[in-house]
């Protein structure tokens, strides 16, 4: 007997991710993806998988809570961590990637599936049968209102923002210096310093600068989420704030001089041939023509041509402990699956890893077979029973942290070790887990 195609609704990391297990599974899947015939308010390309805010996954080491996620996705087959792997660019001890390249990739790789159907149109409700949502938090209007109708719940939302990216060539280079932060890895950032006048200059015209409006529904909900504050708002906490934070200038050095800047701006590789360049950090919601006379001020950006400046976007998501189980199921519709930011989790890898969970169990429906429940000592599992289990009052979303792991049996004062005990229970657990899957 034939089996009926899954229906996957979106075509960003989760949704790309959910098709390939799916397919992978030998279930027939159809991935519905409504651009280039409609856009959000954040995307550019047609291209499935890509990448809005940022072209950085997070740090790549093991004992770090986005470099435990990575490892275990790679470990149970992530199509967008491989490619991610393919095509990272220098950034330190981040994985960050060739956006372009990336997203290209994975839209050719998933269009040649057999078992992937790849639909360029809008779904306005949700259909009958199994189905992944993973619309992300920018869903069209339409569906946003089915799904409100279907969960009988308003959306919540948190205010997101992208940096803006220069061109390489226009980057004064005998200012800026080439290395990375306590010369970890391969000198892969930019670093444009700054002396206490300079920056305290600059920190001044920032905090003055003149923001895009919010609509009037917007600013009534207005709230930013602390993750991913715009600059201009970090920089209004406080003198000193963004000096403990982007613009940190520990672990770096101007190796012509020796000397350690007051305060210095990154900007880190976004393509492999190293032609543009973000600004790390410097998501906003400033004017362009104030994007484009503040961030002149930084040594080294004078000149500075923008292939993009930096935007602003609200961003919804549902109340998932009221909504969710830990399999990524809706409670009230065990065949309707959700994955990525729209169920409250924070993060590329985050909304890989939900795609993984989703479309994995999705097939399993499909198959006849019980959906999985990840551990909770791994990453992925604990991120998971964190966003069904949460206190529904007060949800926000959640990226990967370590903080919602099972305590160890034992305390461990000193964190580095602490995090890499995590680690180590993290992955003899999923190997586990991998075994009797």
Same mark, same amino acid.
């Given at each position: 007997?034939?089996?009926?195609?899954?229906?996957?609704?979106?075509?960003?990391?989760?949704?790309?991710?959910?098709?390939?297990?799916?397919?992978? %599974?030998?279930?027939?899947?159809?991935?519905?993806?409504?651009?280039?015939?409609?856009?959000?308010?954040?995307?550019?390309?047609?291209?499935?998988?890509?990448?809005?805010?940022?072209?950085?996954?997070?740090?790549?080491?093991?004992?770090?809570?986005?470099?435990?996620?990575?490892?275990?996705?790679?470990?149970?087959?992530? =199509?967008? =961590?491989?490619?991610?792997?393919?095509?990272?660019?220098?950034?330190?001890?981040?994985?960050?990637?060739?956006?372009?390249?990336?997203?290209?990739?994975?839209?050719?790789?998933?269009?040649?599936?057999?078992?992937?159907?790849?639909?360029?149109?809008?779904?306005?409700?949700?259909?009958?049968?199994?189905?992944?949502?993973?619309? !992300?938090?920018?869903?069209?209007?339409?569906?946003?209102?089915?799904?409100?109708?279907?969960?009988?719940?308003?959306?919540?939302?948190? *205010?997101?923002?992208?940096?803006?990216?220069?061109?390489?060539?226009? =980057?004064?280079?005998?200012?800026?210096?080439?290395?990375?932060?306590?010369?970890? !890895?391969?000198?892969?950032?930019?670093?444009?310093?700054?002396?206490?006048?300079?920056?305290?200059?600059?920190?001044?015209?920032?905090?003055?600068?003149?923001?895009?409006?919010?609509?009037?529904?917007?600013?009534?909900?207005?709230?930013?989420?602390?993750?991913?504050?715009?600059? &201009?708002?970090?920089?209004?906490? !406080?003198?000193?704030?963004?000096?403990?934070?982007?613009?940190?200038?520990?672990?770096?050095?101007?190796?012509?001089?020796?000397?350690?800047?007051?305060?210095?701006?990154?900007?880190?590789?976004?393509?492999?041939?190293?032609?543009?360049?973000?600004?790390?950090?410097?998501?906003? +919601?400033?004017?362009?023509?104030?994007?484009?006379?503040?961030?002149?001020?930084?040594?080294?950006?004078?000149?500075? &041509?923008?292939?993009?400046?930096?935007?602003?976007?609200?961003?919804?998501? =549902?109340? %998932?402990?009221?909504?969710?189980?830990?399999?990524?199921?809706?409670?009230?519709?065990?065949?309707?699956?959700?994955?990525?930011?729209?169920?409250?989790?924070?993060?590329?890898?985050?909304?890989?890893?939900?795609?993984?969970?989703?479309?994995?169990?999705?097939?399993?429906?499909?198959?006849?077979?019980?959906?999985? +429940?990840?551990?909770?000592?791994?990453?992925?599992?604990?991120?998971?029973?964190?966003?069904?289990?949460?206190?529904?009052?007060?949800?926000?979303?959640? @990226?990967?942290?370590?903080?919602?792991? @099972?305590?160890?049996?034992?305390?461990?004062?000193?964190?580095?070790?602490?995090?890499?005990?995590?680690?180590?229970?993290?992955?003899?657990?999923?190997?586990? *887990?991998?075994?009797?899957?």
């Amino acid at each position: 007997m034939e089996k009926q195609p899954i229906v996957v609704i979106g075509g960003g990391l989760a949704g790309t991710e959910a098709a390939w297990q799916i397919a992978q %599974a030998g279930v027939p899947v159809i991935l519905y993806e409504m651009r280039p015939y409609r856009f959000s308010p954040a995307h550019h390309t047609e291209h499935l998988a890509e990448l809005v805010c940022s072209n950085s996954f997070g740090a790549m080491a093991s004992d770090r809570a986005a470099g435990l996620l990575h490892e275990e996705l790679r470990q149970l087959g992530s =199509i967008v =961590i491989a490619k991610a792997d393919e095509h990272k660019v220098p950034a330190g001890g981040a994985l960050a990637v060739d956006r372009g390249q990336f997203s290209q990739d994975l839209t050719q790789t998933l269009s040649q599936h057999p078992f992937i159907e790849l639909r360029r149109e809008e779904i306005r409700s949700i259909p009958e049968g199994i189905v992944v949502l993973a619309t !992300g938090p920018l869903t069209s209007p339409d569906l946003a209102e089915d799904l409100r109708r279907f969960t009988g719940m308003e959306y919540l939302s948190f *205010f997101d923002a992208a940096s803006p990216i220069v061109v390489g060539e226009t =980057i004064n280079r005998d200012i800026a210096f080439l290395a990375s932060r306590y010369d970890k !890895g391969e000198a892969a950032y930019l670093n444009c310093p700054m002396n206490k006048e300079q920056y305290l200059r600059f920190w001044q015209e920032l905090c003055a600068a003149e923001q895009t409006e919010l609509k009037n529904f917007e600013r009534e909900t207005a709230k930013f989420f602390e993750a991913c504050l715009p600059i &201009e708002e970090l920089a209004r906490r !406080g003198e000193d704030t963004m000096r403990y934070g982007p613009l940190k200038p520990v672990g770096l050095s101007d190796s012509r001089t020796g000397e350690r800047p007051y305060a210095v701006v990154q900007l880190r590789q976004e393509d492999k041939a190293g032609q543009l360049w973000n600004m790390v950090g410097f998501q906003t +919601n400033l004017r362009w023509g104030e994007q484009k006379r503040v961030f002149r001020m930084i040594p080294g950006l004078e000149n500075a &041509e923008f292939v993009r400046l930096g935007v602003m976007h609200r961003n919804t998501f =549902i109340n %998932a402990p009221q909504l969710m189980l830990p399999t990524l199921q809706f409670k009230n519709r065990p065949t309707l699956l959700g994955a990525g930011q729209l169920i409250g989790t924070e993060g590329y890898t985050a909304a890989t890893a939900g795609g993984w969970l989703a479309g994995t169990n999705a097939a399993r429906l499909a198959l006849g077979k019980e959906p999985l +429940n990840l551990p909770t000592t791994t990453m992925m599992g604990a991120l998971f029973e964190f966003i069904s289990s949460a206190s529904p009052k007060h949800f926000q979303p959640m @990226p990967p942290n370590f903080g919602i792991l @099972p305590e160890l049996g034992e305390k461990i004062k000193n964190k580095q070790e602490r995090y890499r005990r995590y680690r180590d229970r993290a992955l003899a657990d999923l190997k586990k *887990f991998i075994i009797d899957m």
